[in-house]
């Protein structure tokens, strides 16, 4: 009681506006996004008032000597009152295990997240929140998920290859591979999902809702053209997992949907390139945790997965597909 009212006791703190900009900083507005949840935002100021490295923080604050700083006091709240400590411009979280296991919860379990690794979990919760040892909180806790387990997902940091996957391709789904998950819990009159990737440039998924029975190369060419060609135009190669009769067939509807008089192209032959095949076990492993979480309601929800999962960068990639795709994430 006496940290906290020490702390909310500061001179500095309650002496008016003139004295009182030089250490705190309006909340910036991209910050504003990031505490749509009030609830969290408010445990966490309530356990910063407990904490006594928020009391040394604080101090350097007020001591010119202390430099480079590294702290600094954002304000918050509907009416401004919360005051929120931020190390580096991330928020720091005191050593409440409930607190920071909520935090990597959220960006791990929740059904936008998806059940990221070890890695893109870590990238994900690191631009908004700091505490000492952050990277091996999130190890642990991804390691431990009962889920992951369940689904053998591979959580460690996998090495990027030392030779970058070879594109052959420098257009936007250019190289396709379209891949059909099939016998889904029924949603919406759905069972099925026609899976596009995008194995050349960017790495991205269009994912649309459809249906085993009556899957035909001719229906199969309507969802791509009404989903990618509309978007990306036509492929300059592809391959499904329906085998070499079905990607002939499907050549041959395109060109006929499509009015084209003569269209040259092979199948490739991923299996041959190890980032494809892990690029495929990745969206095949992301999807089915989606769809048993979401069990009757998957179709609902799948553009949001497709979006989660274009958000962030896959295989070699530097850049999400998003960045690829628009020059920038939305
Ligand atoms: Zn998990």
Do not use: F, G, N, S
């Given at each position: 009681m006496v940290i906290a009212d020490a702390l909310s006791r500061r001179s500095d703190w309650s002496t008016g506006l003139e004295q009182d900009n030089e250490d705190v900083v309006a909340l910036p507005a991209d910050l504003w996004i990031r505490f749509v949840d009030m609830e969290l935002q408010d445990a966490v100021a309530a356990a910063q008032k407990e904490n006594n490295l928020v009391q040394d923080a604080v101090s350097s604050l007020s001591d010119p000597t202390v430099s480079p700083q590294h702290w600094t006091i954002e304000v918050a709240g509907p009416d401004s009152s919360t005051r929120l400590l931020f190390y580096n411009r991330r928020l720091y979280i005191p050593d409440i295990i409930g607190l920071r296991r909520r935090i990597v919860q959220d960006h791990h379990n929740s059904s936008a997240a998806g059940h990221l690794g070890v890695l893109a979990t870590c990238r994900s919760v690191r631009p908004s929140y700091w505490w000492p040892g952050l990277s091996a909180f999130v190890a642990k806790y991804v390691q431990g998920c009962a889920t992951c387990q369940q689904f053998k997902v591979q959580t460690r940091p996998q090495r990027p290859s030392l030779v970058p996957i070879e594109s052959l391709s420098l257009r936007l789904f250019g190289q396709v591979g379209i891949d059909f998950m099939t016998d889904l819990p029924m949603s919406e009159d759905f069972d099925s999902i026609m899976v596009v990737v995008d194995h050349g440039l960017s790495k991205g998924v269009i994912l649309t809702p459809c249906n085993k029975t009556g899957l035909t190369a001719a229906k199969t060419v309507r969802l791509y053209i009404d989903n990618v060609y509309s978007r990306f135009g036509l492929p300059n190669k592809m391959i499904s997992d329906r085998g070499p009769q079905f990607d002939s067939a499907f050549w041959t509807e395109m060109c006929t949907a499509l009015q084209i008089k003569h269209a040259m192209t092979t199948a490739f032959h991923p299996q041959t390139n190890g980032g494809t095949e892990r690029v495929n076990r990745e969206i095949q492993t992301y999807l089915s945790i989606f769809c048993i979480n979401n069990p009757t309601s998957w179709v609902s929800v799948l553009k949001k997965a497709e979006f989660v999962y274009n958000n962030r960068p896959h295989?070699?990639?530097?850049?999400s597909p998003f960045e690829l795709w628009y020059g920038q994430a939305p």
């Open positions: 295989a070699d990639r530097t850049q």
